[in-house]
């Protein structure tokens, strides 16, 4: 299964911009990068997904790098409602994905 | 649409006891996941299924059993419940088992052990 790593913790200013950096060096042609992220004592969930192209949602913006071995999530203006731990992963856009394996992922800090 | 419903919220057991965490979803998904999260950790894969009838093991399976008879539900057990598998549990789903079916979590299940 390939893999993604990321920082263990990133710190942000509230109303700043966030750039949460994602590798995944062994990613094949028909990985989706998904993103997800989990609030203190809730359940993940989903923010954006995106094969090839620059994604944007009303949540967030995902770029993707030009070889796809990284990605970054972007929050363009943190709230203090940001500060969660977020999972970057990889899912096969040709099906049989089953085995979705998430990493530690990264605490984002956002200081007022 | 209610999404995932994990039932129940809390459960407090003893050592050998039995349980079963309950996972449902309204919205007619294929894939169907459960995860065990500990104290500072990630998310770490128990059992999946890709559809009714099918069902396999991800990283931490031993302690639990799961089926998936219907599409909607996709029940975990504990046979012999040990201190070890105090943790969290969630439910995850999507439509698809495909890389742009995003996944949908549960509220998770908080499990003690004692």
């Known amino acids: 299964d390939a893999k993604t790593t990321q920082p263990n913790s990133m710190e942000s200013n509230e109303e700043e911009p966030v750039h949460l950096p994602c590798n995944h060096s062994t990613i094949s042609g028909t990985d989706y990068i998904h993103w997800y992220r989990q609030l203190p004592s809730q359940g993940p969930e989903y923010v954006i997904h995106?094969?090839?192209s620059n994604v944007n949602n009303r949540m967030a913006s995902l770029a993707i790098a030009e070889d796809r071995k990284s990605s970054t999530l972007i929050l363009h203006r943190a709230t203090l409602r940001d500060a969660a731990v977020y999972y970057c992963?990889?899912?096969?856009?040709?099906?049989?994905?089953?085995?979705?394996?998430f990493g530690q992922g990264t605490t984002l800090q956002v200081k007022p | 649409n209610a999404g995932v419903t994990q039932t129940p919220k809390f459960q407090v057991l003893k050592t050998g006891q039995s349980m079963t965490l309950q996972c449902a979803q309204d919205m007619n998904h294929e894939y169907m996941s459960w995860y065990r999260q500990d104290p500072g950790m990630g998310l770490r894969l128990i059992h999946y299924s890709v559809g009714a009838g099918i069902t396999d093991q991800g990283e931490v399976p031993n302690g639990y059993n799961v089926s998936r008879s219907t599409t909607e539900d996709f029940p975990l057990r504990l046979l012999s419940a040990a201190p070890s598998q105090t943790s969290v549990y969630f439910c995850a789903s999507s439509y698809q088992d495909r890389g742009n079916s995003p996944l949908h979590f549960g509220n998770g299940t908080r499990l003690t052990v004692t």
């Open positions: 995106g094969l090839t």
């Open positions: 992963i990889l899912r096969d856009g040709s099906g049989n994905t089953g085995k979705l394996i």
